[in-house]
T-cell receptor, first 108, second 113 residues
Framework: RKEVEQDPGPFNVPEGATVAFNCTYS??????FFWYRQDCRKEPKLLMS???SGNEDGRFTAQLNRASQYISLLIRDSKLSDSATYLC?????????FGTGTSLTVIP | DTGVSQNPRHKITKRGQNVTFRCDPI?????LYWYRQTLGQGPEFLTY????????KSRLLSDRFSAERPKGSFSTLEIQRTEQGDSAMYLC???????????FGEGSWLTVV
């Protein structure tokens, strides 16, 4: 079983839409959680950390449900510049495990 | 600019040749990771250093792959006798305290022909 699983999409949404991505992880001992953004042929860049209490950064909201081993990312009022691949990342011990990523295209 | 530097950025090599990639992490970071990424996949863990000690290696890292971080600063990843299946982007990332996030370099693209 993969450490981190994500729906690869693609998600094609109009500008201004709200879109949600989900991710599950397999190891209940995992200690930290993140969302990274990756543009085509570029390196992954940290979008935000994810906390059990939920956290928000502008139009982005991340949630963690430890009981269900589930992580989510909500993007409100989508912009064209949000088009990218979103990677769910889980830290277990010393290792960061990456999902395959969810592709988002925001359409004018 | 995250401060992690990788070179070369692109490398085209013939099958069977050796290649070496270098990573210069953010200066105060003691953790350093190497990942490999192919199209449509997330980064796959290769190896992890804490300071100069190589603490973990993936089973993906065959005996043709070797990584070093001799002084706990920069790191090299060498691939010997390259195969076409080695074609990928090789990413280096560094981090500070355990549990904190990691920051990636721009990656080194390898094409084996």
């Amino acid at each position: 079983r993969k450490e981190v699983e994500q729906d690869p999409g693609p998600f094609n949404v109009p500008e201004g839409a709200t879109v949600a991505f989900n991710c599950t992880y397999s190891n209940s001992a995992s200690q930290s959680f993140f969302w990274y953004r990756q543009d085509c042929r570029k390196e992954p860049k940290l979008l935000m950390s994810v906390y059990s209490s939920g956290n928000e950064d502008g139009r982005f909201t991340a949630q963690l449900n430890r009981a269900s081993q589930y992580i989510s990312l909500l993007i409100r009022d989508s912009k064209l510049s949000d088009s990218a691949t979103y990677l769910c990342v889980v830290l277990t011990g010393n290792q960061f495990y990456f999902g395959t990523g969810t592709s988002l295209t925001v359409i004018p | 600019d995250t401060g992690v530097s990788q070179n070369p950025r692109h490398k085209i090599t013939k099958r069977g040749q050796n290649v070496t990639f270098r990573c210069d992490p953010i200066s105060e970071h003691n953790r350093l990771y190497w990942y490999r990424q192919t199209l449509g996949q997330g980064p796959e863990f290769l190896t992890y250093f804490q300071n100069e000690a190589q603490l973990e290696k993936s089973r993906l890292l065959s005996d043709r792959f070797s990584a070093e971080r001799p002084k706990g600063s920069f790191s090299t990843l060498e691939i010997q006798r390259t195969e076409q299946g080695d074609s990928a982007m090789y990413l280096c990332a560094s981090g500070g305290d355990v549990g904190n996030t990691i920051y990636f370099g721009e990656g080194s693209w390898l094409t084996v022909v």
